[in-house]
């Protein structure tokens, strides 16, 4: 047997041995990975439409406050609806990151700017495990 080539005893295939319709099959699928970016922008413009709409909502609320100090009560639900949407655009944001790691390539960042290690995704469990608890 040692006539065969090497890559039948390992039980992989060359790339000269590939079939050439399972080389532009390749290409389409690795050129498809370039879809992530569709959800990855949509992700990171719906994160930022939530932070400026919270930012709208805080000033407006704080605005109401000082124009009509008492009852302080009614003007509590304003506010947990303000850390409603920070919240959801926090799940948003780690989302097109998530994303963006896992199909498009690993952001890589200078030691002082270091993304934490709690949002570092390997796969797609490390990003459903984040959005499932950013969002209970």
């Known amino acids: 047997m040692a006539n065969e080539p090497e890559s039948e005893e390992?039980?992989?295939?060359?790339?000269?041995?590939?079939?050439?319709?399972?080389?532009?099959?390749?290409r389409i699928l690795a050129s498809s990975l370039r879809l992530a970016y569709i959800p990855v922008a949509v992700l990171l413009l719906a994160a930022l439409g939530a932070f400026v709409y919270g930012t709208y909502i805080f000033i407006h609320s704080v605005g109401q406050i000082v124009d009509h100090p008492l009852p302080v009560g009614h003007h509590?639900?304003?506010?947990?609806?303000?850390?409603?949407?920070?919240?959801?655009?926090?799940?948003?944001?780690?989302?097109?990151?998530?994303?963006y790691e896992l199909f498009v390539r690993e952001i890589q960042?200078?030691?002082?700017?270091?993304?934490?290690?709690?949002?570092?995704?390997?796969?797609?469990?490390?990003?459903?495990?984040?959005?499932?608890?950013?969002?209970?």
């Open 76 to 99: 509590v639900g304003s506010f947990l609806l303000d850390i409603d949407f920070f919240l959801i655009g926090a799940t948003l944001l780690i989302s097109a990151v998530g994303f």
């Open 109 to 136: 960042f200078e030691r002082a700017t270091r993304i934490p290690a709690w949002l570092e995704m390997h796969d797609l469990n490390d990003l459903k495990g984040r959005v499932i608890r950013s969002s209970v």
């Open 10 to 26: 390992t039980g992989r295939e060359s790339p000269a041995a590939a079939n050439p319709g399972n080389i532009g099959l390749e």
